[in-house]
């Protein structure tokens, strides 16, 4: 790995700091640089309002989706030159907030599977903000063992019916489109009987109902189908190949979300080195001295995990399970950190006005958001499995219902 730019790698840095600098909605920055941790915090100003409107510059000047190709609304970039941007673009990259699960996930899939015509119609919107698309994957009864789905999609005529419900889909509320993996035969074993749509989320039968955290925030909403209809053009993938498709969304997930989640790790040090404790700061407590060094090796091999990761993307290998790794240890070390921030502050660890609390409430809101981390894209348990299975060649995970049809697997009551 050698982290140093090439002379190419310099020139485009350049001129996209250079954009930037130009561009950028430079009245956010301090509230951008105070926000984090899953809340992205614009101020007075429209958070939505203002993504979209930086979203829709950079698609204007070439820098929106860079590894798309330009017919598709992107600039057909290396992914070294993406993460290049993500550098540069720093906090103003808090705005893409909205635009992940469509970035990260639909618009490859659209990609693989959409007809050309829709990858005209679609991605481009997609690229620029102007329309946002959500992820319709989990239910009450297929989140980890996602082939346990049952929403319903029975053929009539030209269109699907779909009946049945999702749930924790993040962004549908503000959704203007969804893929949605459905059960079309429910007499084949579970992974064989599944079909892959693009719908309209403003479709009649579409109800979405958003759920209520415990950071007051609603990410992610339930979402009803009642006799929803979609045409069969909107269909990607053959009718029983719906698995193999959701594997590309889910792929492209773990890149999406694996390489760079925040750790809490550098505003740590930043607070320590700050925060009155004894007759000086924490950061000359040896106790606290001892957290920080452990938690600085943590975060140095998560960053080269991550480099591993852009490497092998760079010489156009699929990375494999790092991502798995990175998303692991990312998700219980942002856990760690702020529990261990908020008994340093004591009894200012319950202040969560941004305004009052140390260190802009970021830890509060941190402690709030990282059991979410540990469970979106994969939960703990589920990533030690595939790194079990993946990477140390260890005995696969117990499959009772394999090869099983779906409609004789046995169903507990509650089911
Ligand atoms: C912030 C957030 C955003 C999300 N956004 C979306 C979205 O946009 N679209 C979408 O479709 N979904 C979304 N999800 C849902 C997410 O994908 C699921 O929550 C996740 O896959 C886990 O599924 P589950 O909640 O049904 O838990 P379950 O699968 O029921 O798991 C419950 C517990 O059992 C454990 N477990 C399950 N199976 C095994 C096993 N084989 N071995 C060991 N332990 C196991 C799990 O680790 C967990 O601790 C989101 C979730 C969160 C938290």
């Not at 620029?128 to 992820?135: H, T, Y």
């Not at 925040?262 to 740590?268: N, Q, V, W």
Request: charged share 25%; glycine share 12%; hydrophobic share 35%.
């Amino acid at each position: 790995m050698d982290f140093s730019d090439t002379r190419e790698e310099a020139a485009f840095r350049a001129e996209a700091r250079a954009w930037i600098q130009a561009n950028a909605p430079t009245y956010l920055k301090p509230y951008l640089e105070r926000s984090g941790f899953g809340s992205t915090n614009t101020g007075e100003y429209d958070t939505m309002a203002e993504a979209k409107q930086w979203q829709a510059k950079k698609a204007e000047a070439g820098w929106a989706c860079l590894a798309w190709p330009k017919e598709y609304g992107g600039r057909g970039a290396s992914p070294i030159e993406g993460v290049i941007w993500g550098q540069e673009e720093g906090v103003y990259g808090k705005l893409s907030g909205a635009f992940i699960i469509g970035h990260g996930m639909c618009g490859p899939t659209l990609m693989a599977y959409a007809t050309e015509e829709q990858k005209e119609q679609y991605l481009p919107r997609l690229a620029s903000g102007e329309e946002i698309w959500c992820q319709l994957f989990s239910e009450p009864h297929g989140g980890s063992d996602l082939a346990g789905l049952r929403t319903r999609a029975e053929r009539d005529g030209d269109d699907w019916v779909i009946n049945g419900q999702k749930i924790w889909t993040s962004g549908a509320q503000h959704s203007d489109y969804g893929i949605l993996i459905t059960r079309t035969d429910p007499t084949v074993a579970k992974h064989k009987g599944l079909t892959m749509f693009f719908l309209d989320m403003r479709s009649a039968g579409v109800d979405i109902r958003p759920i209520k955290q415990a950071n007051g925030q609603s990410e992610f909403n339930e979402v009803y189908f009642d006799d929803v209809r979609i045409p069969d053009s909107q269909r990607l993938g053959e009718v029983g190949d719906g698995w193999r498709v959701s594997l590309t969304t889910l792929m492209n997930e773990r890149l999406a979300i694996g390489g760079g989640i925040a750790t809490g790790y550098p505003d740590l040090e930043e607070l320590v080195r700050a925060l009155p404790l004894g007759n000086g700061v924490a950061l000359d407590n040896p106790a606290v001295r001892t957290k920080l060094a452990d938690w600085h090796c943590k975060a140095s091999g998560l960053r080269n995990t991550a480099s591993r990761l852009i490497t092998a993307l760079s010489k156009g290998d699929t990375p494999g399970p790092e991502a798995s790794i990175g998303k692991l240890v990312a998700g219980t070390m942002m856990q760690d950190i702020a529990k261990f921030a908020l008994d340093l502050q004591g009894l200012g660890g319950v202040v969560v006005d941004p305004a009052v609390a140390e260190g802009s409430a970021r830890f509060q809101a941190m402690l709030l958001r990282s059991p979410a981390v540990r469970i979106e894209g994969g939960t703990d348990q589920i990533l030690r499995n595939i790194i079990g299975e993946r990477v140390l060649g260890l005995p696969g995970d117990m499959r009772a219902d394999k090869g099983i049809p779906f409609n004789e697997i046995p169903k507990g009551e509650s089911r």
